[in-house]
């Protein structure tokens, strides 16, 4: 096992980071992880959506923070994805799943289990990171970083579904007369391509008079965009 997963950990930092390539990649690396003994769980409700946001995580970062050259790859590797499970698990966010409440986290003590399988504590966790436990000054700023990871979280799931449309939504929001001028394939890009190309040259491109396709863009396709973002959890700040 422990060259199996050097191997894959390898192969998916072969590939550039949005690729189809590194998708399969790191793929094929989740399905071998979930066979691990010690991924962190939970009962709460939305711990799916906490192993989502971890998995994301692992997907950006194994490359650059998981160290190949040492021994025992499995037990490190399950340690590392716990370090950063734990801290999603969503019994830290309000009832409501909205942003965390911050009065509850600063009254969180150190010594409370938020593991209760594994039996793991606030301060065994920071222990095994090598963190700083946090001052009470410094909470804030923690609670600002998870809730900013959080937005980014709904920005990667838009992304995704810009690139699946699995429902047809963008592929089929298009003007009369061009249908290869869809949503889809403006917000790839638009949005996703870097750098993004220019409506002019898009126009020019697919044969669309480009007030025609500016106009498409700005009342259609921003639009289901934003109601989309709505959709997968993103919400504007008052």
């Given at each position: ?75 490190r590797l399950v340690q590392w ?59 804030d700023g923690y609670i ?95």
């Amino acid at each position: 096992m422990d060259e199996q997963l050097r191997q894959l950990i390898a192969e998916v930092c072969q590939s550039p980071l949005r690729s189809l390539k590194r998708r399969k990649a790191i793929n094929h690396l989740f399905v071998a992880i979930q066979q691990l003994p010690g991924l962190g769980k939970s009962s709460h409700p939305d711990y799916l959506e906490a192993l989502n946001r971890t998995w994301e995580w692992v997907n950006r970062s194994i490359c650059q923070e998981f160290d190949l050259a040492k021994p025992l790859i499995p037990q490190r590797l399950v340690q590392w994805i716990n370090s950063y499970l734990y801290w999603r698990i969503k019994d830290l966010y309000s009832a409501s799943g909205g942003s965390l409440t911050k009065q509850r986290l600063r009254e969180r003590s150190l010594d409370e289990l938020i593991h209760e399988e594994a039996g793991t504590s606030l301060l065994e966790i920071l222990a095994e990171t090598n963190f700083s436990a946090p001052t009470r000054s410094g909470l804030d700023g923690y609670i600002e970083q998870i809730e900013k990871e959080q937005q980014q979280y709904i920005g990667l799931k838009l992304e995704r579904y810009i690139e699946e449309d699995l429902e047809g939504r963008l592929l089929n929001c298009h003007p009369k007369e061009h249908p290869n001028c869809h949503c889809q394939l403006l917000s790839q890009r638009m949005l996703l391509k870097s750098p993004p190309d220019k409506l002019m040259t898009i126009a020019t491109e697919l044969g669309i008079k480009y007030q025609t396709l500016t106009s498409h863009w700005k009342r259609n396709c921003l639009p289901l965009l934003q109601s989309i973002a709505s959709e997968l959890g993103y919400q504007r700040e008052a």
